[in-house]
């Protein structure tokens, strides 16, 4: 696809655009790699395995709606329902280990979606999985990209604490924080709306 227009944003210090041609049906847009990340998830807070932490049971969160006032229109509005939307499936998919949806809605150009996918696969795939660690966003607006085919949705993003259980054992802690400006890039493809991809915020 031959490439006339890009928005770019911060990811940490890393740049990724979103672009699309004028006069041209809308197509996955290409972005540049985004810093890697264990999860597009705020960025978690490590601690060292702790052999004396007790191992919580898993806590997987129940299959989000789609949300009865998403349509197939491209407005601000939408984009919002989409990313919040986009992100309780993630969520959704960090806590069970079931991809499939989220795989779905994300572009074949979000890496960082398809290095979460990676993550869940390998994780439930030998028995561990993630408790905690659910991600929200608040006061969410939203901006259209310089190109006009997509939109960035913007928010302060809050996550709460989270472990890593593997073999019984908790292998890894995730601490709790807040990022203002977390992104999330949307689309609306084909009359579906899917995933850009994601940016972490500034922790606060």
């Given at each position: ?6 928005l ?7 740049l ?25 998830s705020?960025?978690p ?61 994300s ?30 966003m ?16 913007i ?50």
């Amino acid at each position: 696809m031959r490439q006339c227009g890009r928005l770019g944003f911060l990811v940490f210090a890393a740049l990724f655009g979103l672009a699309g041609c004028a006069n041209a049906a809308p197509e996955p847009p290409r972005a540049e790699p985004p810093v890697p990340t264990d999860s597009p998830s705020v960025s978690p807070s490590e601690d060292l395995e702790d052999p004396e932490a007790e191992a919580p049971t898993p806590e997987p969160l129940p299959l989000p709606d789609y949300p009865e006032d998403l349509t197939a229109e491209d407005t601000a509005e939408n984009a919002i329902l989409a990313a919040e939307y986009f992100l309780k499936l993630m969520n959704y998919a960090q806590s069970t280990g079931d991809s499939d949806l989220f795989e779905d809605a994300s572009l074949p150009t979000c890496e960082t979606c398809a290095r979460m996918v990676e993550i869940q696969n390998e994780r439930y795939g030998n028995g561990a999985y993630l408790a905690g660690n659910v991600i929200t966003m608040s006061e969410p607006r939203s901006n259209r990209t310089e190109d006009g085919w997509g939109w960035v949705v913007i928010g302060d993003a809050a996550a709460t604490d989270g472990v890593e259980v593997r073999n019984g054992k908790v292998t890894r802690t995730i601490s709790g924080r807040i990022e203002k400006n977390f992104r999330i890039g949307v689309q609306l493809v084909d009359k579906e709306w899917r995933i850009l991809e994601f940016a972490r915020g500034k922790d606060v």
